[in-house]
């Protein structure tokens, strides 16, 4: 199991790459990017995520990163509209990373592959390749056409055809996760 300090220089250092690669970092992008690594990546940050209203969602990271702004590890960044204010890593988040450089550097390109494929994504968007991965993890060996069913099943806004493009997203994301995890190996 991983520590406390481990877990949030990893999340951290997400927030710090996906506003590289041009996300706001509202807490769907982070619930979202952090179910994308564990549950894709291997990152053991052993958070539970359940199906909610946007996709897969974790309360427990929810708390967790609540606690971070409590205790000024992270701090609210106001956004013009269209977007929703953002979450940005503080001078302390920035110590403790220090403090764990091996975790850093046996997670950090499985967090930039995240952070690069999730970064000027929207919300919606993020909702339905979620939602395409928890299916995927649901429903092992479905082909397409069954997982896109499935989640316009779970979520009927989403349309059959966005279902469809969300799994083959997904399916191409995983494929070349592969990589990206057999280069992780310690």
């Known amino acids: 199991m991983m520590k406390q300090i481990q877990r949030d220089g990893l999340l951290f250092e997400l ?15 982070i619930q979202k990017a952090a179910y994308f690594l564990e549950e894709m990546m291997g990152v053991p940050l052993d958070f539970r995520y359940v ?23 992270l701090a609210w960044e106001i956004k ?58 649901e429903m092992p060996g479905q082909d397409l056409t069954v997982r896109a069913r499935r989640i316009t099943e779970l979520k009927p806004h989403i349309s059959y055809d966005e279902a469809e493009k969300a799994v083959l997203f997904v399916d191409e994301m995983m494929e070349d996760a592969k990589t990206v995890i057999a280069g992780e190996v310690v």
Do not use: N
């Open 15 to 29: 927030i710090d790459e996906m506003k590289e690669q041009g996300s706001w970092c509202g807490e769907t992008h």
């Open 80 to 137: 013009p509209e269209p977007y929703g204010d953002g979450l940005k890593t503080t001078k302390g988040s920035t110590q403790l990373q220090t403090k764990i450089p091996r975790t850093m550097a046996r997670y950090r390109p499985a967090i930039s592959f995240v952070a690069q494929k999730f970064g000027k994504r929207g919300v919606k968007e993020l909702e339905k390749i979620s939602t395409a991965l928890y299916v995927t993890k």
């Open 51 to 73: 199906l909610y209203k946007h996709g897969p969602f974790s309360f427990d990271l929810s708390d967790e990163l609540a606690s971070m702004r409590a205790d000024a590890l």
